[in-house]
């Protein structure tokens, strides 16, 4: 229990470190801004520790299957890094953020072309933006596109070299995936496989799909003021971070159909075995 406890603990402080890594390292964050950003630390802390905790899941998904919690949490913590470093060498250049920044001008430019989700997202800025802000939105379109093609590359050798999730192919449905019911709804293999399409093809779209919502959110609404600096830098992260989480779920669940189908091929290979010896 106390193992638990700490484990869970330490999750959700790794978790607040996370959401507060824009305000530890941009210069000029506002007093009101820090609260805010310490008040959702502390709330994500306290609802992870929670999860965690906890012997029954909730909504946290692959719990027991790791590291692909783990790279998630590393994608996201690397895009805020990066993101808010190349931010703040515009004002306090090191060799860190001149050398990032080169990564991602390289980057953004390279597939910075007609109807692709660079093109997309540099064109959901506000016509009267500043050519610094737009040369900004490329480069950390660059990197955060780079950061998440690496996570999904790895978690791909993760399962196809390494067999992950391993352990003998044993795979905890109820832990791993609490909100998957596989009593209702037909066949789970048949259900696993349509997720895993429809996981893999919001990840493909949502790059496009989010440039578009926020534009309009900005234009109906105006809620979202993009020249803020966090503001900018977490709709920026999200935007490479959510299709790969959606791509990696849908690998994983895909992934979890093949072993169910190879386990149903066992089981009717040792029944044939039985009744032949019958």
């Not at 790791?66 to 913590?77: D, E, K, Q, T």
């Not at 992950?164 to 259900?191: C, E, H, K, S, Y």
């Not at 992934?255 to 009717?268: G, L, N, S, T, V």
Request: net charge positive; glycine share 6%.
């Amino acid at each position: 229990m106390i193992a638990r406890l700490s484990g869970a603990a330490a999750r959700g402080l790794l978790v607040a470190l996370m959401i507060a890594t824009p305000a530890l390292i941009l210069p000029g964050v506002t007093i009101e801004a820090s609260q805010a950003t310490v008040l959702i630390g502390l709330t994500a802390a306290f609802l992870t520790t929670l999860e965690y905790n906890s012997a029954s899941p909730s909504i946290v998904e692959f719990r027991d299957a790791a590291p692909i919690n783990r790279l998630r949490y590393i994608a996201l913590l690397a895009t805020l890094l990066f993101l808010s470093l190349v931010y703040k060498g515009q004002t306090h250049p090191t060799e860190l953020t001149r050398a990032l920044t080169s990564i991602g001008t390289i980057v953004g430019n390279s597939i910075d072309f007609p109807f692709s989700p660079v093109r997309v997202v540099v064109v959901m800025l506000p016509d009267t933006s500043d050519q610094h802000l737009v040369q900004y939105v490329r480069t950390a379109a660059g990197i955060a596109y780079l950061t998440s093609l690496t996570v999904m590359a790895a978690f791909l050798y993760l399962v196809r070299v390494m067999g992950w999730p391993g352990r003998g192919g044993q795979f905890n449905m109820w832990i791993n995936l609490p909100l998957f019911d596989p009593t209702v709804g037909g066949d789970v293999l048949a259900r696993l496989r349509r997720d895993a399409r429809v996981n893999i093809a919001l990840g493909i779209l949502l790059p496009f799909i989010i440039p578009g919502v926020v534009k309009i959110a900005t234009t109906l609404l105006n809620p979202i003021i993009l020249d803020s600096p966090q503001t900018l830098i977490w709709t920026m992260t999200a935007w490479a971070f959510l299709p790969a989480s959606m791509i990696m779920r849908g690998i994983a669940m895909h992934r979890i159909a093949e072993m169910i189908r190879d386990q149903r091929k066992r089981a009717c290979a040792d029944t044939d075995s039985a009744l032949q010896l019958v």
